[in-house]
């Protein structure tokens, strides 16, 4: 069964701080991974997709993955207590374009 | 309008009563997927159709009916449903590359909060 892993949190950070949320999948067929954040009452918003190993940047968000190790992760440079909300990893493999959620990790950012 | 909108927002059912929840998308998309979303746990998927036909039923209850009529639209429809089926309903599009690199991108609507008494 393919499953994404993901600290519940919260993680909970000052603003200014970088922000670190990690995943990891089971499938190693997983050729797609996204992040997608979460506000509270709120449906999840796409906010950054990955398909090679290394670093994806965009703005204060960067995306890392390590195929071998079978682990994604975002950071969150000068974090914001807009950020606060829950973050969602997915993965999806190369047969199906459907991803796999994990739980989600909350992330508190604090004045 | 623009984006995935679902309606109603809010519903509060008893359990003998039929109701439908709706989505439609105006992005494009060429698939449609309705997730459960329950505190404390991941992304339910239940129903995933692209280019209207089904392609994916993640062994749903059968009191839980999709319908999706073309590519823009796609209905839940609800009956005799129990308590622990209380949730969160969310309807997502997403571009299905065939034959490439699948995108996996999903759009979600805002959702459908469903009590059930």
């Known amino acids: 069964q393919k499953e994404v892993e993901q600290n519940s949190g919260p993680l909970s950070v000052p603003e200014g701080a970088i922000a670190s949320l990690n995943c990891t999948y089971s499938?190693?067929?997983?050729?797609?991974f996204f992040w997608y954040r979460q506000y509270s009452g709120k449906s999840p918003e796409l906010i950054m997709s990955?398909?090679?190993?290394g670093d994806k940047e965009d703005g204060r968000f960067t995306a890392q993955l390590n195929k071998a190790s079978q682990y994604v992760s975002l950071l969150i440079r000068d974090s914001q207590p807009s950020d606060s909300a829950t973050y969602l990893c997915?993965?999806?493999?190369?047969?199906?374009?459907?991803?796999?959620f994990g739980r989600g990790t909350s992330l508190i950012v604090h004045p | 309008e623009t984006g995935v909108t679902q309606t109603p927002r809010h519903l509060v059912m008893g359990m003998t009563n039929k109701k439908s929840l709706k989505c439609e998308q105006h992005?494009?998309?060429?698939?449609m997927y309705w997730y459960k979303q329950s505190a404390k746990k991941p992304l339910e998927l239940m129903f995933v159709?692209?280019?209207?036909?089904?392609?994916e039923n993640n062994s749903v209850p059968s009191r839980f009916s999709p319908e999706c009529p073309n590519s823009s639209h796609l209905f839940l429809h609800l009956h005799t449903l129990q308590p622990e089926d209380s949730a969160l309903y969310l309807c997502?599009?997403?571009?299905?590359?065939?034959?490439?690199?699948?995108?996996?991108?999903?759009?979600f609507g805002e959702g459908s909060r469903l009590t059930v008494l």
């Open positions: 990955i398909y090679s190993n």
């Open positions: 997915a993965a999806s493999s190369g047969g199906s374009y459907i991803p796999t």
């Open positions: 997502a599009s997403s571009q299905d590359v065939a034959g490439g690199l699948n995108t996996g991108e999903l759009f």
């Open positions: 992005l494009g998309h060429n698939a």
């Open positions: 499938d190693r067929g997983s050729q797609s």
């Open positions: 159709y692209s280019l209207e036909e089904r392609v």
